[in-house]
């Protein structure tokens, strides 16, 4: 890549590294789709540990391209995670999105981007070893509220969505943790931060393995842009609390803020409301008739949510006496999620 300038290759790195992220999440969708081995560590599918793969490449791409860029330019263009995710799964598993879906993706991505752009870095202290273990503290504390939370909420989809934002919160606070480490570390002792570290792998695990369950019924675009958003935004706010990062423009900038995060948000709800609102009533095609490939028809994005284990079905009534009355149950028509 010589005669390429700094700011374009950080440009270029970026986007290949939202491109291996979003290919990493199609990856965990379908793993999670085919409802085979443990919800949140498939360890036999060498499909998931390809999108532990790609989620490698996609953060060695993010930190190479901060090396070359700006940091007010690489994060925003992180945010295009979602963006990408939806026409790569219309290409390459069949799954094409509709407009709500479409129109909240973007909205979570603008609103992220211009939260981020408006965030700077600033000379801030140093995390003492009491904050640091406060903070670890306080992060597992939340992501396990956040468990608790997603195995009381009844629907699939709140359930995915809440499990995607403690891997959300997890990711952010590893970022933390990471910055921490790296501004610590030094050559002459590479394990005096092997606290952070440990901390560190603690939470990237943690928020791969929530990751990866958040995508069990709830579809590709509600998880990916819930982890998308929560990530840099729980980081975002460490940032101006505990590191002296702020907003630019003054007041101006914090209103601007506070706007964005809004947009975003109300993305997040657009993308749940189109997995919530899924038409369920289109009868389900038989296996044999169904398309080569791991994913329903292009016209899905998602599996149609059916009726939940323990839920009443009304079967209608039976008109006479029956002696022997044999009823027939299929599967497909009431399999519950776990």
């Keep these: 890549m010589e005669g390429m300038s700094p700011l374009l290759l950080s440009v270029l790195l970026a986007l290949v590294s939202a491109v291996a992220y979003a290919a990493a999440a199609i990856v965990q969708e379908r793993v999670a789709a085919s409802a085979t081995g443990p ?10 540990w390809g999108s532990v793969l790609l989620n490698g490449v996609g953060a060695a791409l993010h930190v190479a391209a901060l090396a070359y860029g700006p940091l007010s330019l690489v994060q925003p263009l992180g945010a295009l995670t979602i963006v990408f995710a939806l026409p790569m799964a219309a290409l390459f598993v069949g799954r094409r999105a509709g407009r709500r879906a479409w129109r909240g993706a973007l909205m979570a991505t603008v609103g992220l981007a211009g939260l981020l752009s408006l965030t700077t870095g600033a000379e801030g202290r140093d995390l003492s070893d009491g904050d640091r273990w406060l903070l670890a503290g306080c992060t ?32 952010g606070m590893a970022s933390v943790f990471t910055k921490a480490v790296a501004e610590e570390w030094s050559p002459d002792a590479p394990l005096a931060e092997w606290t952070g570290l440990l901390v560190l792998s603690a939470l990237a695990v943690t928020g791969l393995l929530l990751s990866q369950a958040s995508y069990r019924g709830a579809g ?36 601007a803020a506070l706007i964005c995060g809004t947009v975003a948000a109300g993305g997040l709800v657009q993308l749940t409301l189109d997995r919530m609102t899924a038409p369920t009533d289109e009868p389900s095609a038989p296996d044999g008739a169904r398309g080569p490939g791991p994913g329903p028809g292009p016209g899905s994005e998602g599996d149609a949510p059916g009726p939940e284990v323990r839920e009443r079905v009304d079967v209608g009534a039976v008109p006479g006496t029956r002696p022997h009355l044999e009823v027939e149950v299929r599967a497909r028509a009431v399999a519950g999620r776990s």
Excluded: I, K
């Design 39 to 48: 919800r949140y560590a498939p360890l036999r599918s060498p499909a998931w």
């Design 140 to 171: 597992f504390g939340v992501v396990a509220l956040l468990f608790t939370a997603a195995h009381v909420v009844g629907r699939s989809v709140l359930r995915s969505v809440v499990l995607a934002a403690a891997a959300g919160v997890s990711f």
């Design 220 to 255: 590709l675009a509600a998880p990916l842009a819930t982890v998308t958003v929560v990530n840099p935004v729980a980081a975002a706010a460490v940032g101006l609390t505990l590191f002296g990062e702020s907003f630019r423009y003054g007041a101006a900038g914090t209103v």
